[in-house]
């Protein structure tokens, strides 16, 4: 079946302006996390949404950083006023709930985001 | 915080050779464990994962990992290495304090050699 899709898988921006990446779950997935991954790091955690609402947006780095979820499946990440430290790739993972209560991600391609 | 410790952001080993990938976690219960690979631009597949039961975790590809409580560790292992096990690691946990978020270290990359 298909997988997480990302679109799009490259995007290019100038510094100040608004970006959005969107991110398709596996369907029937309730669950869909976004991280960010710096150039030589681990991916880190910025928000999750269970159904329509984010359950933990605790990594989101500041108010610039937005997600919506409207209908329990898309999902938008809007970045604000871009500046050049948000270069990274943005992950999106989407999981169900396991039997044993674990919630194993599965994650898209990524979307590089470059701003100059 | 949570956090987890990979050893070694870099390491090479010949085709055929053991592959050891060292991960540590800091949690104060148990956590839910995986090891992901990550080919060149492309998205993270999971190699396995421990919730609970057996401790010796066998995933794909050959790998496999055994949860240590005492050591608080994760490592995974592989008996011979291929080439296209060249790749970049992560070893994530999740599960702590009620949350199903994953904490990533800062990832292996694992080079083979002919």
């Known amino acids: 079946g298909a997988g997480v899709s990302q679109t799009p898988s490259n995007k290019v921006t100038e510094k100040g302006k608004y970006v959005e990446l969107r991110c398709d779950p596996i369907?029937?997935?309730?669950?869909l996390y976004w991280y960010r991954q710096s150039l030589g790091q681990g991916p880190e955690f910025l928000i999750y949404?269970?159904?329509?609402?984010?359950?933990?947006d605790s990594g989101l780095p500041n108010d610039r950083f937005f997600a919506v979820r409207p209908e329990g499946s898309v999902s938008t990440l809007k970045i604000q006023r871009t500046e050049r430290g948000d270069s990274a790739v943005y992950l999106c993972?989407?999981?169900?709930?396991?039997?044993?209560?674990?919630?194993?991600?599965?994650f898209g391609p990524g979307t590089r985001l470059t701003v100059t | 915080a949570q956090s987890v410790t990979q050893l070694g952001s870099h390491v090479s080993v010949s085709e055929g050779a053991l592959v050891l990938l060292r991960c540590n976690y800091s949690?104060?219960?148990?956590?839910?464990l995986f090891w992901y690979v990550q080919y060149p631009n492309q998205g993270l597949q999971l190699l396995l994962k421990?919730?609970?039961?057996?401790?010796l975790v066998k995933g794909i590809n050959g790998f496999e990992a055994e949860f240590k409580k005492s050591e608080t560790s994760f490592h995974l292992t592989k008996p011979s290495a291929h080439m296209s096990d060249a790749a970049e690691y992560f070893c994530?946990?999740?599960?702590?304090?009620?949350?199903?978020?994953?904490?990533f270290g800062t990832g292996t990359r694992l080079k083979v050699l002919a």
């Open positions: 993972a989407s999981s169900a709930l396991g039997g044993t209560g674990v919630r194993e991600q599965y």
């Open positions: 369907s029937g997935h309730t669950a």
């Open positions: 949404f269970q159904g329509t609402g984010a359950a933990d």
């Open positions: 949690s104060s219960v148990p956590p839910y």
């Open positions: 421990y919730t609970t039961g057996a401790t």
């Open positions: 994530a946990v999740s599960g702590f304090s009620g949350t199903y978020k994953y904490i």
